[in-house]
């Protein structure tokens, strides 16, 4: 059974840092990209970060030169380092791997059950 599980959420005061992590395990191969989404209250869901198997990053607007998403030593994990937060950062983080295909099954996008991100001014 394939799980997406995120560590790392918490109450900092604005200015401070945070890191999350995450790892996806139940599958021998490696997603095509996995990525931090974010949602707060009363608003969409939004994609924060993104990371491919190649390394290749992308980042929304709002967080860029703040926050940085890198892959960890085992397969299927990833961390973001988030510096400089603001108040407006609060939400709920959840982790997600891309849609891959693997041996002729497509595994759609999984979710972690996300991690709350309370930052305070």
């Known amino acids: 059974q394939v799980q997406v599980v995120e560590s790392g959420g918490g109450l900092v005061q604005a200015g401070g840092s945070l890191r999350l992590s995450c790892a996806a395990s139940?599958?021998?191969?490696?997603?095509?990209?996995m990525g931090w989404y974010r949602q707060a209250p009363g608003k969409e869901r939004e994609l924060v970060a993104k990371?491919?198997?190649?390394?290749?990053?992308n980042y929304a607007d709002s967080v860029k030169g703040r926050f940085t998403i890198s892959r960890g030593n085992a397969k299927n994990t990833m961390s973001l380092q988030m510096n400089r937060l603001k108040p407006d950062d609060t939400a709920v983080y959840y982790c997600?791997?891309?849609?891959?295909?693997?041996?002729?099954?497509?595994?759609?996008?999984?979710w972690g059950q996300g991690t709350q991100v309370t930052v305070s001014s």
């Open positions: 997600a791997t891309d849609p891959t295909w693997y041996d002729g099954r497509l595994y759609p996008t999984l």
């Open positions: 139940g599958v021998i191969f490696s997603f095509n990209a």
């Open positions: 990371i491919t198997g190649g390394g290749s990053t």
